[in-house]
């Protein structure tokens, strides 16, 4: 028989929001002996849901445990639910999970947290649900809302469907949305959100998106695939960002009226093209955020500007943006990615520099590329459907830049400043200039439109 996963979730009202859930999983799983969660993640900045009335039982009664630390898995902290005695049957876990008070001066982080806001809440599988330890291991899976304490009008759902054989993996990855959601749906894109934003249309927002969503998906010959997109009304200021999983992410914007919505469009576009780019198996010993953001930042500007969403001007804002405010202006730029991944969520004017630098970086190799009358995307997408190991990229450099291809890595990896050539993207001109970086006096770079 296979192993069963059955997740039962009961949102309770509290004034027009949902403060808690009570969650309910029974696993019917051969040889079970421990389930799991990451207690918190991302330097501490995203903890668990608060459990309340934690309890588990089998078939032979209560089942008493201990919780200890597991391990860390990237930016994740384990910890672990023991059994004194051997499962017998099905075991059932079940808690009152508290939605997340936020501490103060906080600012966007990724959006994994269990988080009430006016008319409902939204969460992850990740942050929410104690599970079984094999993340591969797979499991039919069954999810029920109970719905009876909420008004009518409200649901509930994940990005995943109802009943699905899947891994943990897909169950832990996923987001939720539960309230009185508005939802705006098409064969390419879901996109639910609670109260609606007040100083912008999140309709006509949407709909623009999801006609950009059409043209990436294209692009990526993953036409056929459906987008589930939560959005999150965050209560401070430094919001706008978001988190992906595969074929669904969440996003945020200030209540304040503090997001750049033009820059916060884009942001939705960047969570979506996370799906298909994947790089993998690092053999340097770098972390490889310089790809894995880096390359959705390149393609979610320069796919929708060559399918002709974005004009010259704005195209040139995003350039500006990704590059010199995210990358060039920063004053850990010269940092190596070994030393960003250790503060990255520690300090945030770290964060975005690999980001920044891994647009550079593509943007360059692609100026080098167009120079041989080839791009990028012959590698990337043509020759490597876009989930590539780094040993892939050290293969594909090396063969056409030979050492000094690899040595332009390594010093891209270990913090040399990109120096971009006056032309490196096509319609822009490149100017540098001198600024203020940490009390001292550095070169920076700009972007304007060239003529045409
Ligand atoms: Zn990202």
Not at 305 to 332: H, P, Q, V
Request: with cysteine; net charge negative.
């Amino acid at each position: 028989m296979n192993n069963q996963l059955q997740i039962t979730l009961s949102p309770h009202l509290l004034t027009e929001t949902v403060d808690r859930i009570h969650v309910r999983v029974s696993v019917c799983q051969e040889g079970l002996d421990l389930l799991c969660f990451p207690a918190s993640g991302f330097s501490g900045r995203i903890p668990f849901a608060t459990c309340q009335n934690l309890q588990c039982r089998d078939n032979e009664g209560p089942l008493s445990f201990t919780v200890s630390d597991m391990r860390d898995e990237g930016p994740l902290s384990y910890k672990k639910l023991k059994f004194e005695r051997k499962v017998t049957g099905t075991l059932i876990c079940s808690y009152d999970a508290y939605s997340r008070e936020l501490p103060e001066n906080y600012r966007s982080c990724p959006y994994f947290d269990f988080r009430s806001e006016e008319l409902g809440a939204t969460g992850s599988g990740l942050f929410l649900l104690i599970l079984p330890e094999d993340k591969n291991q797979i499991y039919e899976v069954s999810t029920r809302w109970i719905l009876d304490d909420l008004p009518r009008g409200y649901s509930a759902g994940f990005n995943f469907k109802e009943d699905i054989v899947a891994d943990l993996k897909t169950i832990r990855f996923s987001f939720f949305m539960v309230g009185k959601m508005h939802r705006i749906a098409s064969a390419s894109a879901d996109f639910r959100w609670l109260k609606d934003p007040a100083d912008f249309d999140m309709r006509a927002l949407a709909g623009k998106t999801t006609s950009i969503f059409d043209a990436m998906k294209a692009y990526f010959n993953d036409s056929e695939s459906t987008f589930t997109i939560f959005i999150r009304r965050d209560p401070f200021p430094l919001s706008g960002g978001g988190t992906a999983c595969p074929y669904a992410f969440i996003s945020g914007y200030s209540t304040q009226g503090t997001t750049d919505i033009r820059r916060w469009e884009n942001v939705l576009v960047h969570e979506m093209a996370h799906t298909w780019l994947k790089m993998g198996a690092s053999v340097s010993g770098f972390p490889l955020t310089w790809f894995i953001e880096g390359s959705v930042e390149y393609y979610s500007a320069f796919v929708p500007y060559r399918a002709g969403f974005y004009d010259k001007e704005y195209m040139c804002w995003l350039i500006n943006n990704k590059a010199t405010e995210r990358y060039y202006s920063k004053k850990y730029r010269t940092c190596s990615e070994k030393e960003i991944a250790e503060i990255q969520w520690k300090d945030m004017e770290a964060q975005t520099v690999p980001y920044g630098k891994g647009f550079m970086y593509l943007s360059l190799i692609d100026y080098k590329l167009r120079r041989k009358n080839r791009s990028l995307d012959s590698i990337i997408i043509g020759k490597y459907h876009c989930q590539l190991t780094e040993q892939n990229w050290l293969d594909f450099i090396e063969e056409e830049f030979g050492p000094d291809g690899i040595l332009e890595y390594y010093d891209m990896l270990n913090g040399k400043l990109i120096v971009p050539p006056e032309d490196i993207f096509e319609g822009f001109c490149c100017e540098a200039f001198e600024t203020d970086i940490d009390g001292q006096k550095s070169l920076s770079y700009r972007w304007t439109p060239a003529d045409d």
